[in-house]
């Protein structure tokens, strides 16, 4: 009897190198901009979902291909499995970060008065967008999910830490889009060097009835649901400027 290839061990090695193709692409295409960037994302995320396709179709191609079987195509089978693997621990990578957070893009140092963004709303990305706090919804699962997060209290004026915060808002490559001394308020927007997602962010300085300052901010993903806590991770660092 001939031997016969082993269907899964083909459609492994086809599939890992589509999904590869995905993965790059997606990649390449958003971070120059070629397509927009939550274009190239989904390509890219399609991608590692279809390696971890590729990786089940090559096990059962090995499984198939095995000494005894009359099967060939293990080869194939075994570049299936490499190229799933790969991407499977790649997603593994990109997940873990955001495993336990909750899927807001939208966190403040103060749920019950956030900080409004006006300047942001006047972008043309963002025209058309409600960009108001969406409320009890997401503070719920911010003070699960980032208990430890408030406001900041400086026992310097609003108007020294306003400079300060300014400073160290250019220091971590925020790009200004308002500022409004007399106000104790400035807007940023700060954009990824892959895939070029922007996040805006308002930051809010009032005096704390003492001499001090008490700082807020607000900082809001213009896409997707989830943020795997880069707005957060962007607050602490404003934060770790001032302490």
Excluded at 231 to 236: D, E
Aim: glycine content about 12%.
């Amino acid at each position: 009897m001939p031997e016969r290839r082993a269907a899964s061990a083909t459609a492994s090695e086809l599939l890992g190198i589509l999904a590869l193709l995905a993965v790059v692409g997606g990649a390449v295409a958003g971070t120059f901009e070629w397509v927009p960037g939550f274009i190239g994302f989904r390509i890219f995320g399609a991608g590692l979902l279809l390696g971890v396709l590729t990786l089940l179709l090559g096990l059962i191609g090995l499984l198939r291909t095995r000494s005894g079987s009359g099967r060939l195509g293990r080869g194939r089978a075994v570049a299936g499995c490499l190229i799933g693997g790969a991407l499977f621990v790649l997603l593994l990578v990109l997940a873990a970060p955001g495993r336990n957070l909750p899927a807001i893009n939208d966190i403040t140092t103060d749920v019950e008065d956030p900080p409004a963004l006006v300047a942001a709303a006047e972008h043309a990305a963002n025209r058309g967008r409600d960009l108001s706090y969406p409320g009890e919804s997401f503070a719920a699962q911010q003070r699960q999910g980032y208990p430890d997060l408030g406001p900041l209290r400086r026992d310097v004026p609003v108007a020294q830490t306003f400079d300060d915060a300014i400073a160290a808002a250019e220091k971590l490559g925020w790009t200004l889009v308002e500022r409004d001394r007399a106000a104790g308020r400035f807007e940023a927007y700060e954009e990824t060097s892959f895939f070029h997602f922007v996040d805006d962010v308002a930051v809010r300085i009032r005096p704390d009835g003492s001499g001090g300052s008490v700082v807020d901010v607000r900082s809001k993903s213009r896409d997707g649901k989830g943020d795997l806590g880069a707005n957060a991770a962007r607050i602490r660092a404003l934060f770790a400027e001032l302490d």
